[in-house]
């Protein structure tokens, strides 16, 4: 198995949304974001991925400036592209022509090689009820194991 260092997490996410499909892309970055994201300084929550231009593209994803930076340090929240293969790419563009598909990002890392990776989900919200039946589920899993504990 790959060694995978997670920098950021949206736990969020699969509350929710329920996830189709899980893919990975990677990131075109400058210098002060990845020494960023070596120190853990990100966040995905309220990130999200749409296709612009031909291109798939991150936005409102937060990589904090780097302390040790000068006047050429990255903007935090600016729009970064990701890489995916040109199949991929036109496979995600008519996934995200359907109504209510989004794509989340899911985990922001660093493969085995050192690259900095994104997993995105294709997603569908989930409506309240839904969001409760998963409260319940994940309740029942909860004492199901403390009943087997005893």
Do not use: C
């Amino acid at each position: 198995m790959s060694q995978e260092r997670a920098v950021a997490v949206n736990r969020k996410a699969r509350f929710e949304y329920s996830i189709e499909e899980v893919i990975e892309a990677g990131m075109v970055l400058v210098g002060t974001e990845v020494k960023s994201l070596r120190a853990g300084r990100a966040m995905i929550a309220d990130a999200y991925a749409s296709i612009k231009g031909g291109e798939l593209w991150l936005w409102n994803a937060h990589i904090e400036e780097f302390k040790h930076g000068n006047r050429f340090n990255h903007e935090p929240k600016r729009g970064r592209k990701l890489l995916v293969s040109a199949r991929q790419l036109k496979k995600l563009a008519g996934l995200l022509k359907v109504r209510g598909t989004t794509l989340i990002p899911l985990k922001l890392y660093f493969n085995a090689r050192g690259y900095a990776k994104l997993q995105l989900g294709i997603a569908h919200g989930k409506t309240k009820y839904e969001k409760r039946d998963t409260i319940k589920k994940r309740e029942w899993k909860r004492e199901q194991s403390r009943l087997l504990r005893k």
